[in-house]
């Protein structure tokens, strides 16, 4: 495990079926696993899991140090009553596999104490469940308004302790009041909102191409991605870090870890 408990892993993709990257994981020895509810592509999603598979898959993370995170359905929005079921579904997949985060996407056309109080619900279940949930920013996500969601959040009782926000720094590069300047991104978030998982991947501002680090900005220069790791540092992260992309060859993953460890093993 690398230092203050953070752990590496991959995530499935919706190019192929789920038990790749999972078994690559496995037998790479990450300690780390997202698992991406995003069927109808290719990919996995949670109705692949019944019950037997899902008491197997705890016995196989327990075994190999493995922790799990699940990423609900990018469009579940949890103002909706179908998004609400969607991470629901996700929630209840997250205990019975003791995933660490059920991530699900911010969704910043909804104004923050709305879209923040139709959380509580799905708060409940997470702490029945035994988990904590992560709100991830999007490329149209602004700092602003995760500050605003989260200092909502922060009167609400039943988010204590429960909730975080997973920082996608290939995200925050593409946002357009930050672009190619994921730095300024978090430098803009305050301390109130607490980064406890971290979605990683890097792009030339331009798209969402999901590049592994170091072959996009950071193969050039790597000052960015240092001085994030040294921020992530100073807000006491200790979440799990998910590549996320499945390169070919598969094997780039394995380098990019070691890299990004190395990186977080400094200073």
């Known amino acids: 495990m690398n230092p203050a408990g953070v752990r590496i892993g991959n995530q499935t993709s919706c190019h192929v079926p789920g038990r790749l990257p999972y ?13 991406f509810s995003d069927k ?10 019944p019950r037997a598979v899902r008491a197997q898959l705890l016995r196989v993370a327990k075994d190999n140090g493995i922790l799990f995170s699940l990423h609900a ?12 079921e969607a991470i629901l ?14 991530n699900l996407h911010l969704f910043p056309e909804h104004e923050a104490r709305p879209f923040a109080e139709s959380l509580g ?34 009167g609400m009782a039943e988010a204590t302790g429960r909730i975080g926000m997973c920082f996608d ?10 672009r190619n300047d994921f730095l300024r991104f978090i430098d803009l978030l305050g301390y109130h909102v607490p980064i406890i998982h971290w979605h990683v991947h890097e792009n030339w501002g331009d798209r969402d191409s999901h590049l592994p680090l170091f ?29 996320e992309q499945w ?14 460890r190395q990186l977080l093993t400094e200073g």
């Open 23 to 35: 078994e690559f994981a496995v037998s790479h020895g990450f300690d780390a696993f997202e698992w």
């Open 121 to 154: 619900p799905l708060l409940e279940a997470a702490r029945s469940a035994g988990v904590r949930l992560s709100l991830e920013n999007t490329p149209q996500t602004s700092p602003e308004h995760i500050n605003a969601v989260f200092g909502v959040l922060s």
């Open 73 to 84: 359905p990018c469009n579940a929005d949890p103002t909706t009553q179908a998004g609400t």
């Open 247 to 260: 390169p070919q060859p598969p094997h780039i993953l394995v380098g990019t870890r070691r890299r990004l």
């Open 215 to 243: 072959t996009g900005p950071s193969a050039r220069e790597d000052l960015g991605l240092r001085g994030l790791v040294r921020r992530l540092k100073e807000r006491g992260f200790a979440g799990s870090v998910v590549l």
């Open 89 to 102: 579904k996700s929630i209840r997949f997250g205990g019975d596999v003791e995933v660490g985060v059920v």
């Open 169 to 178: 720094s290939g995200h925050a590069n593409l946002f357009a009041g930050t």
């Open 40 to 49: 109808g592509r290719a990919g996995w999603c949670e109705d692949d899991a």
